[in-house]
């Protein structure tokens, strides 16, 4: 009989067949794949730099990874930005950032940069296990903006939760509207970027059109849904202002008024 541990890897082993470990270290590449073919059957491939890793990644698709934080030629944080905002089709795959660099400063830094979890060296397997069941079991909603593309940074999202640390303005509104107001906050950063940041604009704007789509068939808004659609059909492989221009005015309108009139 299958213990619950077993189980949890059974559930989990599907998502963890191809890893790629970016590390300098041969000794701590060599000790997390022992650990990790101990608990699943998987492929595994590793890195030494940032460069490696990108070249890697592209050639064999990995569905996670494991990152050291620095190397001669490693910035972990670095790598995890540069992943994400790439054109690999597994730049959403999980990141957990495996160091012994565990300061306040570099934790934060890797979770802005798209970081799913983090993991202190030395650790051990219940240690690594958790940081996997956080990944492969607990997926986060992905966040396609501007200055971030990653893991939603707030692990949970719950609209039911009424708990101390409840930010004021989510506790007013259902899942389906905070999605809505974050939403419209992305494609007002997005077009703002149009012209600095073309590429990943517009990949920002195309994933709000989508989302807003989706939560407005959850609140029951044709006009804001019909307003999404318009903005994914304004949206071509270059910057054309006069079809952006009147779609993302048009989605604009649908942004909450504050008590004195205001825009938020």
């Known amino acids: 009989m299958l213990s619950a541990d077993d189980r949890i890897m059974q559930r989990m082993a599907p998502q963890l067949q191809r890893v790629l470990i970016v590390d300098p270290n041969s000794a701590a590449n060599k000790l997390l794949q022992e650990l990790l073919r101990s ?13 490696k890793a990108i070249h890697t990644a592209r050639a064999v698709d990995p569905q996670i990874l494991f990152v050291e934080n620095t190397g001669p030629e490693l910035d972990g944080a670095r790598l995890a930005r540069t992943f994400r905002r790439s054109d690999l089709s597994c730049r959403k795959a999980p990141i957990i950032m495996v160091t012994g660099d565990a300061t306040a400063q570099t934790i ?3 979770r802005d940069a798209g970081v799913h979890e983090f993991l202190r060296k030395p650790f051990t397997i219940k240690d690594l296990v958790r940081r996997l069941e956080a990944v492969a079991l607990k997926p986060r909603d992905w966040v396609e903006a501007v200055h971030y593309v990653g893991p939603d940074r707030r692990r949970f999202n719950s609209g039911d939760y009424t708990g101390p640390r409840k930010r004021r303005s989510d506790a007013q509104k259902t899942p389906a509207q905070a999605k809505i107001l974050q939403s419209l906050r992305i494609v007002r950063a997005a077009y703002q970027a149009v012209g600095t940041d073309w590429p990943q604009a517009r990949r920002a704007m195309l994933a709000q059109a989508v989302d807003l789509q989706q939560a407005a068939v ?17 949206i071509g492989d ?22 004195d009139g205001g825009r938020r």
């Open 218 to 234: 959850a609140v029951g808004d044709l006009k804001l849904m019909e307003a999404a659609a318009a903005l994914g059909q304004a």
């Open 108 to 110: 934060l830094n890797a």
């Open 238 to 259: 270059s910057a054309d202002m006069a079809r952006l221009k009147p779609a993302v005015a048009r989605l604009m309108d649908f942004f909450p008024t504050e008590p």
């Open 39 to 51: 608990l699943v059957t998987c492929q595994v491939w590793t890195a030494a730099s940032d460069g």
